[in-house]
C-alpha cells in the first residue's frame, strides 16, 4: 500500500497557492456575476484552508471523492485547473463536468476519482458509503471521502449513510464542513445536541471537531482518518468548523438575517491571512513570495477567464444527454 506523503514544506506551498487561487477565482466569478455573465455562484470563500487541507492528506488519483456544491477549493486541490472550472461558470461545452449542462458546484472527473453530485442536500453521503464498501470489497487500500454541511446532517441520508458504513466497516471519510449556517437557518435550529462530532459515537466510529482554520489540525486529522480506512478500521466522522464569509449564494443577501456585528468580526478572521501567517512564522513563506504566488494566480485567473469566455456553448441537441437514454 503506498504510504502517505509527508507533509514537506513544498507541499504545504503548494497547498497554499491551491488556496490563493480558490480566492482570487472567486473574486473574478464574483466581478462577472454583476457583470451578467455568470447566473449563479456558491462561494467557498472562509472554507478553502479546510477543504484544501483535507484533500493534501488524502491521494486524488487513488482515493474517490464525494464533493458537494461549495467545495470550489476542494476541487482545485484534486487537480481541476482554473481553466475547467471557469468553463463549468460560464456553462461552456468543454465543461468537464457536465458539458455545461450542471449547476457549476457538481464537480465530476472521472479520471479523477471524483463522483459528481447533485444540488439535494446529502444523497453524496449513502452513495459514499456504498462506494467505501465496494473499494472494500475491490481491496486496493483506497478510500472515498464525502463532504457536506452541517444542514445536510439533519437529513436521513447523513444517517443511513453512516449507519452503513460504521456496520460494513467502509474506508470512508465524512467531513463536514460547518459552518453554522444552512442558507438562513442557524445550526441551533437544524442540529439537535451540541454539534455533529458528537453523533459519531451513536454509530460506534471516531468523531472529531478541528478548526477549519487550521491547515495543520485539519491535515492530521484527515491523515489520521485516513490511515484508519486504509488499514482496514472503517469510517471517521470529522466536523471541520468554517465561517462562512459570503451569502449561502449569489442568489441570497446574508445581511437580510445575520448580525452585521458578527459578521463584520468574522470578516476579520478570515483563514487566509491566518494560514499566510503561519508560513511565514515557520520561514516557509517570504511576503516576495506571497506576493509572486498571487501575481502568478491573478495571471492563471485572467487567462482562464479568456478561454471560457471564449469557448463555444453546448449543443441544443446536447441537453437531454445523461438525463434520458437515447432511444
Ligand atoms: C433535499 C434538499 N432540501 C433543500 C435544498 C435547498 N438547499 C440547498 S443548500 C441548503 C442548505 C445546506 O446547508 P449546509 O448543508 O449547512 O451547507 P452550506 O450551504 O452551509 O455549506 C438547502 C436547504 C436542497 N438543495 N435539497
Given at each position: 500500500m ?21 480566492r ?5 466569478r464574483?466581478?462577472?456575476n ?6 449563479f ?13 483535507a484533500?493534501t492528506?488524502l ?13 470550489f477549493?476542494?476541487?482545485l486541490?484534486?487537480g ?31 479520471r ?5 453530485g ?23 487500500g ?8 452541517e ?9 443511513e ?10 474506508p470512508?471519510?465524512?467531513f463536514?464542513?460547518?459552518?453554522h ?13 451540541p454539534?455533529v462530532?458528537?453523533r ?9 471537531r478541528?478548526?477549519g ?9 484527515v491523515a489520521k482518518?485516513?490511515e ?7 469510517p471517521?466522522?470529522?466536523e471541520?468548523?468554517v465561517?462562512?464569509l ?22 476579520l ?5 491566518r494560514?499566510r ?19 502568478d ?6 487567462r482562464a ?20 437514454a437515447?432511444?
Amino acid at each position: 500500500m503506498p504510504e502517505a506523503k509527508p507533509l514537506t514544506p513544498e507541499r504545504v506551498l503548494e497547498a497554499y497557492r491551491t488556496v490563493l487561487r480558490a480566492r482570487a477565482l472567486d473574486d473574478r466569478r464574483f466581478v462577472l456575476n454583476r457583470a451578467g455573465k455568470l447566473a449563479f455562484i456558491i462561494s467557498p470563500r472562509g472554507h478553502e484552508v479546510a477543504q484544501v487541507a483535507a484533500i493534501t492528506a488524502l491521494q486524488p488519483g487513488r482515493d474517490r471523492f464525494c464533493l458537494y456544491y461549495r467545495n470550489f477549493a476542494a476541487a482545485l486541490a484534486c487537480g481541476f485547473t482554473p481553466e475547467e472550472l471557469m468553463l463549468a461558470a460560464f456553462a461552456r461545452a468543454a465543461d468537464p463536468s457536465s458539458g455545461g449542462r450542471q449547476t457549476p458546484g457538481n464537480f465530476g472527473s472521472r479520471r479523477r476519482g471524483i463522483v459528481i453530485g447533485s444540488s439535494t442536500v446529502g444523497p453524496q453521503i449513502p452513495k459514499a458509503a456504498g462506494i467505501g464498501l465496494a473499494l472494500k470489497w475491490k481491496g486496493e487500500g483506497a478510500l472515498c471521502y464525502v463532504s457536506f454541511g452541517e444542514g445536510a446532517t439533519s437529513q436521513g441520508d447523513f444517517h443511513e449513510g453512516l449507519n452503513f458504513a460504521a456496520l460494513h466497516r467502509c474506508p470512508v471519510i465524512f467531513f463536514c464542513e460547518n459552518n453554522h449556517w444552512a442558507i438562513s437557518v442557524p445550526q441551533s435550529l437544524q442540529v439537535a445536541g451540541p454539534g455533529v462530532a458528537e453523533r459519531a459515537a451513536a454509530y460506534g466510529i471516531p468523531g472529531t471537531r478541528v478548526p477549519g482554520d487550521d491547515f495543520f489540525a485539519v491535515h492530521a486529522t484527515v491523515a489520521k482518518a485516513a490511515e484508519r480506512a486504509r488499514s482496514g478500521g472503517g469510517p471517521t466522522l470529522i466536523e471541520a468548523e468554517v465561517l462562512r464569509l459570503q451569502s449561502h449564494s449569489t442568489d441570497d443577501d446574508q445581511r437580510a438575517y445575520r448580525d452585521p456585528v458578527e459578521l463584520a468580526a468574522e470578516a476579520l478572521k478570515d483563514p487566509i491571512p491566518r494560514l499566510r501567517d503561519a508560513l511565514l512564522q515557520r520561514g516557509w513563506l517570504s511576503p516576495e513570495i506571497d506576493q509572486t504566488m498571487r501575481d502568478d494566480v491573478n495571471r492563471e485567473v485572467e487567462r482562464a477567464t479568456e478561454v471560457a469566455e471564449a469557448a463555444p456553448e453546448p449543443e441544443p441537441g446536447s441537453l437531454g444527454h445523461h438525463v434520458y437514454a437515447d432511444a
